[in-house]
Antibody, heavy 122, light 107 residues
Framework: EVQLVESGGGLVQPGGSLRLSCAASGFMFSDYYMDWVRQAPGKGLEWVGRIRNKVNSYTTEYAASVKGRLTISRDDSKNSLYLQMNSLKTEDTAVYYC?????????????WGQGTPVTVSS | DIQMTQSPSAMSASVGDRVTITCRASQGISDYLAWFQQKPGKVPKRLIYAASSLQSGVPSRFSGSGSGTEFTLTISSLQPEDFATYYCLQHNIYPITFGQGTRLEIK
């Protein structure tokens, strides 16, 4: 069974840092692109960014709103995805979801974790 | 960035109704379009990928169509469990972008 379990969310002050983790199991993690998606309270979904697989040199893409502040990385030996969040702003408050390849063009290849909440507040 | 505009933003309908939600892209995206359903407090669920392909396990009353800049999600006969918020997503060009969502409520 495919599982994605996020952790590391919590309360942080503006300007602070936080590192989210996503533990993957039930599939060959190293084969897949991985995404982070977030949802602010009462708002819509926002794609945060992506990291490609080793075959594609682990390259990354980001939304403009987070570029330079949030960094996605992965450790295939640990089946883990990370989101390093620096210089946090109140508008970064959201539930953060780890997603297996949100753009995959196949019937059962995309998969979401349950999300971890991040609150940026003084 | 490609802007994805959904219409309507909200609507009310009755069980058994046929419902259509539209998503327009600010530039052509071929068929790199997916539709998601989200219920309150729940994780989004993908319904349609590649504009018109039904995700495994999704009821056949859901269908998607379109290519280029205009796309539709149709629910042929609304069921009580379909009342939710629906999002389109384009993944043709980075950054990947979602529509703003369409909230479907019970009339």
């Amino acid at each position: 069974e495919v599982q994605l379990v996020e952790s590391g969310g919590g309360l942080v002050q503006p300007g602070g840092s936080l590192r989210l983790s996503c533990a993957a199991s039930g599939f060959m993690f190293s084969d897949y692109y991985m995404d982070w998606v977030r949802q602010a309270p009462g708002k819509g979904l926002e794609w945060v960014g992506r990291i490609r697989n080793k075959v594609n040199s682990y390259t990354t893409e980001y939304a403009a709103s987070v570029k330079g502040r949030l960094t996605i990385s992965r450790d295939d030996s640990k089946n883990s995805l990370y989101l390093q969040m620096n210089s946090l702003k109140t508008e970064d408050t959201a539930v953060y979801y780890c997603v297996r390849d949100i753009s995959c063009r196949g019937s059962s290849c995309e998969h979401w974790g349950q999300g971890t909440p991040v609150t940026v507040s003084s | 960035d490609i802007q994805m505009t959904q219409s309507p933003s909200a609507m009310s309908a009755s069980v058994g109704d046929r419902v259509t939600i539209t998503c327009r892209a600010s530039q052509g995206i071929s068929d790199y379009l997916a539709w998601f359903q989200q219920k309150p407090g729940k994780v989004p669920k993908r319904l349609i990928y590649a504009a018109s392909s039904l995700q495994s396990g999704v009821p056949s009353r859901f269908s998607g169509s379109g290519s280029g800049t205009e796309f539709t999600l149709t629910i042929s006969s609304l069921q009580p469990e379909d009342f939710a918020t629906y999002y389109c997503l384009q993944h043709n060009i980075y950054p990947i972008t979602f529509g703003q969502g369409t909230r479907l409520e019970i009339k």
